[in-house]
Structure formats: structure tokens, C-alpha cells
């Protein structure tokens, strides 16, 4: 037992109960999902700076443990390791306001590229660039995910099905090279969609 635990361990529990919330929903349908009744969670306990500070100071993990994780992620590419599948991470920062109407919300959304989101990025957190892929290495990745029979045709007609580049959608974007890059999201909603189709593109 150890008091130390959220400080190593957190980030990956969180990703662990993404993943099981989206495999749910890919292997048994929308019917299961838990999002939409266990969304957040709330925190009961704030800390103070001295709070803070012997925390960080005082990581009493047993040694084996960390030792394990240390050798474990020393493996990982640095792709897998900034994956949020691996790891969930975000920035908590204590909020003052100063709008009266706002100031029951629990959750703000800072928009990328804002004032208030530089801020928070210089002193927290760097933003990650999404990895971006070509329609012909999305077929190639879905081709060795178990699905040979899929090919430029058929991703061309889901494109044009799901409305993929739909900004809402946030499956890909356009570079400066006037070309179509799609994000991994968008690859895993054509796993999706192959998973679904039984045999047809197997």
C-alpha cells in the first residue's frame, strides 16, 4: 500500500478506462458506452502549495515498482509513450474568474492558440502534434490490421459515407501543401467500420 500511487499510475488508469469505454462501444454497440452516465468524476480534496510540494518531493513508491515501470517505458517509442492510449494526461489549474455568471463552471475548454492557453502551456503542458497520414498509408494500416480486402475505393466511398472531412469531425486537416492529411482517429473509425462489415474486406 502507498499514498504515492495517483503521482506514477494515474495517467495510465485514465487511458485504460478510455480504452475500455471504447471498446465497449466497437464490440457491443452504442447501447453499452459509459460515457454518457460516468463522464467526470469529482475531486473532493484540494491541495495546498505546502500539499503540493511534499508530494512532489516525497515519491515513496517501493522501489521494485518503480524500477518496473522505469524498464518498461525505457522500451517504448516516443510515439507509444505520448500516446493518450498509453497515458491520459492533463493540466488541472485553479481558476479565478472574473464574470460572475461563469463562475459555477466546473469544467473551461481553452481554445488552442488562445492567451490563456500559451499561459497554461509555458508553465504546464506542451501540446502534441497529432501524427498525420496519407489516405494511401491509412489503407496499408487498416490492410495489416486483419483487413486486406480493403482498399482506395472503399476509403474514398467512407469518406464520402461519414462526411470524414467535416472540421466537426476532427479526423484530419489540410497542410500548406494543399494535401489531406488524416489523424489516427480517423483510422480507428475505419477499423470500425471493417470490424462491422464481417467478412467483406477479411
Known amino acids: 500500500m502507498t499514498s504515492r500511487i495517483d503521482d506514477a499510475l494515474s495517467a495510465k488508469l485514465q487511458a485504460c478506462a478510455l480504452n475500455f469505454n471504447r471498446y465497449i462501444k466497437r464490440l457491443f454497440g452504442d447501447g453499452t458506452k459509459l460515457d454518457g452516465e460516468l463522464a ?18 516525497e515519491r515513496d513508491l517501493p522501489a521494485n515498482i518503480l524500477a518496473a515501470q522505469k524498464s518498461f517505458e525505457e522500451g517504448l517509442s516516443a510515439d507509444d509513450y505520448n500516446n493518450e492510449r498509453y497515458a491520459f ?13 461563469t463562475a459555477d463552471d466546473v469544467i473551461e475548454f481553452v481554445k488552442s492558440g488562445s492567451e490563456e492557453s500559451e499561459a497554461i502551456n509555458r508553465y504546464l503542458l506542451k501540446e502534441v502534434e497529432k501524427q498525420k497520414f496519407r489516405p494511401g498509408k491509412v489503407v496499408e494500416i487498416v490492410r495489416a ?32 501543401d494543399n494535401m489531406w492529411y488524416w489523424y489516427e482517429g480517423w483510422i480507428e473509425k475505419v477499423k470500425e467500420h471493417c470490424a462491422e462489415a464481417g467478412a467483406a474486406y477479411r
Do not use: E
Open 40 to 57: 467526470s468524476a469529482i475531486q473532493f480534496s484540494a491541495f495546498t502549495l505546502d500539499q503540493q510540494k511534499l508530494l512532489f518531493r
Open 89 to 101: 494526461r492533463i493540466a488541472l489549474v485553479q481558476k479565478t474568474v472574473s464574470n460572475r455568471g
Open 145 to 176: 490490421a486483419g483487413y486486406p480486402k480493403f482498399n482506395m475505393h472503399h476509403h474514398t466511398q467512407l469518406c464520402n459515407k461519414l462526411k470524414a472531412r467535416d472540421p466537426k469531425n476532427n479526423w484530419g486537416t489540410k497542410l500548406s
